[in-house]
Protein backbone atom coordinates (compact mmCIF):
# COMPACT_ATOMS: atom_id res chain seq x y z
CA UNK A 1 0.00 0.00 0.00
CA UNK A 2 1.33 3.33 -0.87
CA UNK A 3 1.38 4.65 3.13
CA UNK A 4 3.56 2.04 3.28
CA UNK A 5 5.91 4.41 1.67
CA UNK A 6 5.13 7.48 3.45
CA UNK A 7 7.55 9.33 5.85
CA UNK A 8 6.59 8.77 9.38
CA UNK A 9 6.46 11.12 11.83
CA UNK A 10 8.10 9.90 15.67
CA UNK A 11 5.14 9.02 17.93
CA UNK A 12 6.33 9.95 20.62
CA UNK A 13 6.59 13.62 19.70
CA UNK A 14 3.27 13.26 18.63
CA UNK A 15 2.15 11.64 22.44
CA UNK A 16 4.24 14.44 24.08
CA UNK A 17 2.46 17.50 22.40
CA UNK A 18 -1.05 15.57 22.58
CA UNK A 19 -0.44 15.48 26.62
CA UNK A 20 0.58 19.18 26.66
CA UNK A 21 -2.04 20.26 24.84
CA UNK A 22 -4.72 17.90 27.13
CA UNK A 23 -2.96 19.49 29.91
CA UNK A 24 -3.32 22.99 28.72
CA UNK A 25 -7.24 22.23 27.87
CA UNK A 26 -7.78 21.08 31.57
CA UNK A 27 -6.01 24.49 32.81
CA UNK A 28 -7.99 26.60 30.60
CA UNK A 29 -11.66 24.99 30.66
CA UNK A 30 -11.22 23.63 34.37
CA UNK A 31 -14.95 21.79 33.24
CA UNK A 32 -13.55 17.86 32.57
CA UNK A 33 -16.87 17.54 30.87
CA UNK A 34 -16.24 20.89 28.28
CA UNK A 35 -12.84 19.43 27.78
CA UNK A 36 -13.96 16.35 26.80
CA UNK A 37 -16.36 18.20 24.47
CA UNK A 38 -13.14 20.31 23.13
CA UNK A 39 -10.88 17.04 22.35
CA UNK A 40 -13.74 15.47 20.19
CA UNK A 41 -14.66 18.57 18.31
CA UNK A 42 -10.83 19.15 18.08
CA UNK A 43 -10.79 15.53 16.68
CA UNK A 44 -13.86 16.28 14.30
CA UNK A 45 -11.83 19.04 12.80
CA UNK A 46 -9.14 16.75 11.77
CA UNK A 47 -11.25 14.08 10.83
CA UNK A 48 -12.58 16.19 8.42
CA UNK A 49 -9.23 17.01 6.25
CA UNK A 50 -7.36 13.80 7.15
CA UNK A 51 -10.14 11.72 5.15
CA UNK A 52 -8.81 13.16 2.18
CA UNK A 53 -5.37 12.01 3.01
CA UNK A 54 -6.73 8.68 4.09
CA UNK A 55 -8.58 7.85 0.38
CA UNK A 56 -5.50 9.45 -1.44
CA UNK A 57 -2.59 7.32 0.25
CA UNK A 58 -4.52 4.10 1.28
CA UNK A 59 -4.96 2.36 -1.71
CA UNK A 60 -8.62 0.77 -0.54
CA UNK A 61 -11.23 0.61 -2.41
CA UNK A 62 -15.23 1.81 -1.49
CA UNK A 63 -16.81 0.31 0.85
CA UNK A 64 -19.92 -1.58 0.05
CA UNK A 65 -21.68 -1.23 3.67
CA UNK A 66 -21.18 0.15 7.07
CA UNK A 67 -19.38 -3.55 8.03
CA UNK A 68 -16.75 -2.90 5.57
CA UNK A 69 -16.54 0.98 6.38
CA UNK A 70 -15.78 -0.18 10.12
CA UNK A 71 -13.17 -2.71 9.07
CA UNK A 72 -11.02 -0.49 6.89
CA UNK A 73 -11.21 1.89 10.15
CA UNK A 74 -10.06 -0.85 12.46
CA UNK A 75 -7.32 -2.66 10.19
CA UNK A 76 -6.13 0.21 7.53
CA UNK A 77 -6.67 3.57 9.16
CA UNK A 78 -5.74 3.59 12.43
CA UNK A 79 -3.11 1.84 11.69
CA UNK A 80 -1.80 4.28 8.67
CA UNK A 81 -2.25 7.73 11.67
CA UNK A 82 -1.82 5.97 14.87
CA UNK A 83 0.12 3.01 14.05
CA UNK A 84 -2.39 0.40 15.79
CA UNK A 85 -5.20 -1.58 14.44
CA UNK A 86 -8.47 -2.52 16.09
CA UNK A 87 -10.45 -5.18 16.49
CA UNK A 88 -14.37 -4.92 15.30
CA UNK A 89 -16.72 -6.81 17.61
CA UNK A 90 -20.27 -6.53 19.27
CA UNK A 91 -22.05 -5.67 16.37
CA UNK A 92 -26.07 -4.67 16.73
CA UNK A 93 -28.44 -6.80 14.81
CA UNK A 94 -29.21 -3.88 12.06
CA UNK A 95 -25.22 -3.75 11.82
CA UNK A 96 -25.29 -0.34 11.85
CA UNK A 97 -23.53 -0.19 15.43
CA UNK A 98 -20.32 -1.85 16.69
CA UNK A 99 -16.91 -1.91 18.90
CA UNK A 100 -13.82 -1.09 18.03
CA UNK A 101 -11.49 -2.30 20.84
CA UNK A 102 -7.78 -1.04 20.64
CA UNK A 103 -4.93 -3.48 22.17
CA UNK A 104 -2.94 -0.23 22.48
CA UNK A 105 -3.15 3.08 22.47
CA UNK A 106 -0.29 5.61 20.97
CA UNK A 107 -1.81 8.22 23.14
CA UNK A 108 -2.06 7.39 26.08
CA UNK A 109 1.13 6.51 26.42
CA UNK A 110 3.76 7.42 29.48
CA UNK A 111 0.02 8.47 30.65
CA UNK A 112 -1.43 8.44 34.03
CA UNK A 113 -4.74 10.24 35.38
CA UNK A 114 -4.34 11.60 38.62
CA UNK A 115 -7.65 10.29 40.67
CA UNK A 116 -9.93 13.67 40.28
CA UNK A 117 -9.92 12.49 36.52
CA UNK A 118 -10.29 8.81 36.67
CA UNK A 119 -13.72 7.62 35.14
CA UNK A 120 -14.50 11.51 33.67
CA UNK A 121 -11.81 12.75 31.18
CA UNK A 122 -11.65 10.58 28.16
CA UNK A 123 -8.19 11.72 27.78
CA UNK A 124 -8.42 9.87 23.75
CA UNK A 125 -11.93 11.81 23.08
CA UNK A 126 -9.70 13.07 19.78
CA UNK A 127 -9.96 9.83 18.01
CA UNK A 128 -13.56 9.78 18.55
CA UNK A 129 -13.51 13.04 17.16
CA UNK A 130 -11.30 12.17 13.96
CA UNK A 131 -13.76 9.33 12.91
CA UNK A 132 -16.97 11.49 13.15
CA UNK A 133 -15.81 14.26 11.20
CA UNK A 134 -13.78 11.95 8.71
CA UNK A 135 -17.00 9.62 8.26
CA UNK A 136 -19.44 12.38 7.52
CA UNK A 137 -17.04 13.59 4.80
CA UNK A 138 -17.75 10.25 3.70
CA UNK A 139 -21.83 11.09 4.34
CA UNK A 140 -22.19 8.92 6.93
CA UNK A 141 -23.19 10.40 10.13
CA UNK A 142 -22.20 8.42 13.26
CA UNK A 143 -21.92 8.82 16.97
CA UNK A 144 -18.72 7.85 18.64
CA UNK A 145 -18.01 7.60 22.02
CA UNK A 146 -15.28 5.86 24.18
CA UNK A 147 -16.74 3.13 26.48
CA UNK A 148 -13.68 2.24 28.01
CA UNK A 149 -9.89 3.31 28.75
CA UNK A 150 -6.95 1.92 30.36
CA UNK A 151 -6.31 5.09 31.84
CA UNK A 152 -9.30 4.09 34.20
CA UNK A 153 -8.37 0.88 34.68
CA UNK A 154 -10.04 -0.98 31.67
CA UNK A 155 -8.56 -3.73 31.08
CA UNK A 156 -8.94 -2.77 26.84
CA UNK A 157 -9.77 0.70 25.34
CA UNK A 158 -13.39 0.22 23.85
CA UNK A 159 -14.93 2.86 21.02
CA UNK A 160 -18.41 2.12 19.99
CA UNK A 161 -19.38 3.72 16.81
CA UNK A 162 -23.20 4.03 15.94
CA UNK A 163 -23.71 4.78 12.03
CA UNK A 164 -27.17 7.49 12.45
CA UNK A 165 -27.98 8.20 9.00
CA UNK A 166 -26.15 8.05 5.45
CA UNK A 167 -26.13 11.63 4.18
CA UNK A 168 -27.25 12.54 0.94
CA UNK A 169 -25.34 15.14 -0.79
CA UNK A 170 -28.31 17.59 -2.47
CA UNK A 171 -26.26 19.25 -5.34
CA UNK A 172 -29.64 21.64 -6.17
CA UNK A 173 -31.69 21.83 -9.38
CA UNK A 174 -30.03 22.03 -11.95
CA UNK A 175 -32.95 23.02 -14.45
CA UNK A 176 -32.47 26.84 -12.84
Not at 50 to 58: G, I, N, P, R, T
Request: glycine share 6%; with cysteine; charged share 25%.
Amino acid sequence: MAFNRMEKMNSELLVLTYGSLVTQLLRDIEDVDAVNAQLEKMGYNIGLRLVDEFLAKSGVSACQDFRDTAEVIAKVGLRMFLGVSAEVVMWNREMTACSLILPENPLAEFVELPANLTNRLWYSNLICGVLRGSLEQLQLRVECQFQKDVLNGDEHNLIRLELKEVMREDYGDDDD
